[in-house]
Nanobody, 125 residues
C-alpha cells in the first residue's frame, strides 16, 4: 500500500511556472513507476507524464513535451512535475499515480493502482 499526497498547485499567469510535488508514504516507493495525470472540468482524465522506478525512463504527452519535466527523489519518497511556460489550456486538477507492477511508467490511467487526491492548477491568460 502507498498513500500519495500532491501539493504545489495554484494560480499562475500564462508563461509562468509551477512545481508540483507528490509525497508518498508506505514502503518500497523506489520500486513504483509513477505518473502524472490531469483532468479539466467536463473532460476526461488525461496523461501528462510518467517515469520508471529510477526516473531514468520518462515519457510525456505531446501537449507538454518541452515544457514539463517529471523527476523523482527516492530518498525523499517524492515525485515532481516541473511545469514551465504554462498555458491556459494546462488548467486542470493534477493527480499523481503509482503502480508496483509497471517496469516503466504508463500513459494509461487504468494501469495505476494508487492515486492522490489531486491539486488544482489554474493558468490565467
Amino acid at each position: 500500500q502507498v498513500q500519495l499526497v500532491e501539493s504545489g498547485g495554484g494560480l499562475v499567469q500564462a508563461g509562468g511556472s509551477l512545481r508540483l510535488s507528490c509525497a508518498a508514504s508506505g514502503r518500497f516507493f523506489s520500486s513504483y513507476a509513477m505518473g502524472w495525470f490531469r483532468q479539466a472540468p467536463g473532460k476526461e482524465r488525461e496523461f501528462v507524464a510518467a517515469c520508471n522506478w529510477g526516473g531514468g525512463s520518462r515519457s510525456y504527452a505531446d501537449p507538454v513535451k518541452g515544457r514539463f519535466t517529471i523527476s523523482r527523489d527516492n530518498a525523499k519518497n517524492t515525485v515532481y512535475l516541473q511545469m514551465d511556460d504554462l498555458e491556459p489550456e494546462d488548467t486542470a486538477e493534477y493527480y499523481c499515480a503509482a503502480d508496483w507492477t509497471l517496469a516503466d511508467g504508463s500513459n494509461r490511467a487504468y494501469d495505476y493502482d494508487y492515486w492522490g487526491q489531486g491539486t488544482q492548477v489554474t493558468v490565467s491568460s
